[in-house]
């Protein structure tokens, strides 16, 4: 039996996993009706994956339940209120994905904000990944996020990601100097 990790950047199918099942998800929130991403889920299931790939949509189908629950019983429909439940609920990519049509409409300082948000969120993903791609992103949503974040009106997380992206900085770059 193969042990090969879930790894959406170097393994094609663990990307179109990860893909689908967020699509399906984001469609379910649209809709308010949880079957789109527990179809998906369930399509997969019966493939019979790999464990890592397996466990990947258990605790992906997990975690949805929980986001569209409390994003239904709150009756969440501003996608930065949403957002902020996808954060608390480690959903990152499709926190990005809920994001990304928001920023694409957006101008000046909320465009950097909501793009300080989308790093954010990558940098969690890449850091999930151990990537390198994860220090420098974080830096850049950081600054973003400090600059502009009061252009996020209903996030109501903001502190929670200023927090962990510090946290982030620290690991990477060390809590002392010339120790």
């Not at 790894?7 to 990860?18: G, K």
């Not at 608390?88 to 101008?107: G, S």
């Not at 850091?127 to 949503?141: D, L, V």
Request: aromatic residues 8%.
């Amino acid at each position: 039996m193969s042990r090969s990790r879930f790894d959406p950047f170097r393994r094609r199918l663990a990307r179109d996993i990860r893909n689908n099942l967020s699509r399906a998800f984001l469609k379910s929130l649209a809709g308010k009706d949880i079957s789109s991403f527990q179809r998906v889920a369930a399509t997969y299931l019966q493939q019979h994956l790999e464990p890592a790939y397996e466990i990947y949509v258990i605790k992906r189908l997990e975690k949805y339940k929980e986001a569209f629950a409390a994003i239904n019983a709150g009756e969440l429909r501003e996608v930065l209120q949403q957002a902020a439940i996808l954060w608390d609920c480690e959903l990152y990519f499709e926190m990005h994905e809920l994001l990304e049509p928001e920023w694409k409409e957006a101008e000046g300082d909320r465009r950097r904000a909501l793009q300080g948000l989308i790093r954010a969120a990558g940098m969690k993903i890449h850091a999930e990944n151990n990537n390198r791609a994860a220090a420098s992103m974080g830096t850049k949503a950081h600054e973003d996020l400090q600059k502009y974040g009061d252009r996020l009106e209903g996030f109501g997380k903001l502190e929670a990601v200023l927090a962990d992206l510090q946290e982030m900085h620290l690991s990477v770059h060390g809590t002392r100097q010339g120790n």
